[in-house]
């Protein structure tokens, strides 16, 4: 029996972790500092991480800046920061 290799991108699964934070500041500082504790597992797309409401998920804030850096990578600030973007290895 040949392997053939197959077109379609193997299943991926996302891990859904609900912390509970009384307010948006300190849920985007909480969400940082796990983020940043993560950087060095390859499964976790630490430029990724969004905040939101519990009652609306669907409405989702940008944790880090989402610019694509000419790298390819991402902006390793805050979102909505001030001054440059910094293409730097980990947020």
């Known amino acids: 029996m040949a392997f053939t ?6 299943p991926r699964h996302v891990i859904h972790l609900p ?3 009384p307010d948006l500041a ?5 969400a940082r500092t796990l983020a940043r504790s993560l950087t060095s597992t390859p499964q976790v797309d630490v430029a990724a991480t969004t905040v939101s409401a519990e009652d609306a998920q669907h ?3 940008w944790v880090f800046c989402d610019r694509i850096m000419p790298d390819r990578r991402r902006c390793a600030r805050e979102a909505d920061h001030g001054g ?3 293409p730097v290895d980990a947020p």
């Not at 290799?5 to 193997?10: I, L, N, Q, R, V």
């Not at 300190?26 to 909480?30: P, V, Y």
């Open 5 to 10: 290799e197959s077109a379609e991108p193997p």
């Open 19 to 21: 912390v509970a934070v």
């Open 26 to 30: 300190g849920a985007l500082e909480l």
């Open 59 to 61: 409405v989702r804030h």
């Open 84 to 86: 440059p973007c910094l």
